[in-house]
């Protein structure tokens, strides 16, 4: 089964950019979309942005105009581009298909904070 990894995340200021990956272990071509997910403290885990096989892409109202996602299937990878951040998107970020169908990943971790 495919295994995901993500990484990137750490503590960045109000206004700040970060770039999050996910490595899988396996293929993700054959998926229909994958996404990205985050989880506050408290809330419950939510789609941030998506991608869909043929490249278009959807996000949430939150993130629209600030995260870009995308993937190298070659390379078995998924990207979100984050500028702008603000406190609120503070939380731990995971990719997964967008049916969330994978084995979630330890996440990575993102403090926007001054």
């Known amino acids: 089964q495919v295994q995901l990894v993500e990484s990137g995340g750490g503590l960045v200021q109000p206004g700040g950019s970060l770039r999050l990956s996910c490595a899988a272990s396996?293929?993700?071509?054959?998926?229909?979309?994958m996404g990205w997910y985050r989880q506050a403290p408290g809330k419950a885990r939510e789609l941030v942005a998506r991608i869909f096989r043929g490249g278009a892409t959807t996000y949430s109202n939150s993130v629209k105009g600030r995260f870009t996602i995308s993937r190298d299937n070659a390379e078995n990878t998924v990207y979100l581009q984050m500028h702008t951040l603000k406190p609120e998107d503070t939380a731990v970020y995971y990719c997964?298909?967008?049916?969330?169908?994978?084995?979630w990943g330890q996440g990575t971790q993102v403090i926007v904070s001054s």
């Open positions: 396996g293929s993700i071509s054959s998926f229909y979309a």
């Open positions: 997964n298909t967008d049916a969330g169908v994978l084995p």
